[in-house]
């Protein structure tokens, strides 16, 4: 979160509301959310769902009742509830929110590497392609979790497990082995500083989306009530 805009401004507020509940229901609370990722990429989204159920939580309290008994007693039935009416988004509107920072540590890292005596240059195709690895990443986690959460709920727990399963060879397949074919096809590379520069566009152009997209959504689905007028 490098610039303020409507998506951290509601995160920070969620942050700090959800330390007034409880153990039980901030347990809650989290597991939702997590689970809200595998169904939608828009960050927003999730920390407006997020407000909703940490007020919900704090009437709940009040009433001496918990976050899970007031939604059925079942997160899984509700998040499947939740799905059709979630703007699924991009794989973009998930990075972006964290993007930006983990460019610039990497430029950090490439500047010292350039620095150094006897730098070497970088494979190319692992330098344009890692941006996207996890992006494609993310589509297939984000299908897996969606299957998981229907086969728990009809098959039980264990193909649920079996799911998972194959979702973590998916993940090797995508993030180690082909990547490592492309390295072996195309040994160009391209120099710490050239990598550089291509790191601070992607930090630039995330920021410019975050802010950009989040704000748009804002004003679409707004957070905070409009204030009244006379």
Not at 152 to 164: A, E, H, N, T
Request: aromatic residues 14%; hydrophobic residues 45%; contains cysteine.
């Amino acid at each position: 979160m490098l610039f303020k805009n409507q998506y951290t401004i509601l995160k920070k507020a969620n942050d700090l509301s959800v330390q007034t509940l409880n153990a039980d229901n901030r347990a809650t609370v989290k597991d939702i959310c997590d689970r809200l990722r595998g169904m939608t990429w828009n960050q927003y989204e999730i920390e407006r769902i997020r407000k909703d159920l940490i007020d919900i939580s704090a009437r709940c309290e009040l009433e001496g009742r918990t976050l899970q008994e007031e939604i059925g007693g079942d997160p899984d039935v509700f998040l499947l509830e939740l799905a059709p009416d979630l703007p699924r988004g991009t794989p973009l509107d998930d990075v972006c929110i964290w993007y930006p920072r983990f460019f610039l540590y990497m430029i950090a890292l490439n500047v010292l590497g350039a620095l150094m005596p006897n730098s070497q240059d970088l494979n190319l195709v692992r330098v344009l392609t890692a941006p996207f690895q996890l992006m494609l990443w993310l589509l297939v986690w984000a299908w897996f979790q969606r299957c998981a959460l229907k086969i728990k709920i009809r098959y039980g727990l264990w193909p649920q497990v079996l799911c998972y399963v194959v979702m973590l060879g998916c993940f090797v397949l995508s993030c180690f082995f082909l990547p490592a074919y492309g390295i072996q096809r195309f040994p160009a590379t391209i120099s710490c500083w050239g990598a550089c520069a291509y790191q601070l566009l992607w930090a630039i152009g995330c920021q410019f989306w975050q802010n950009f997209h989040y704000n748009r959504c804002a004003a679409r689905h707004p957070w905070q009530e409009a204030p009244h007028t006379t």
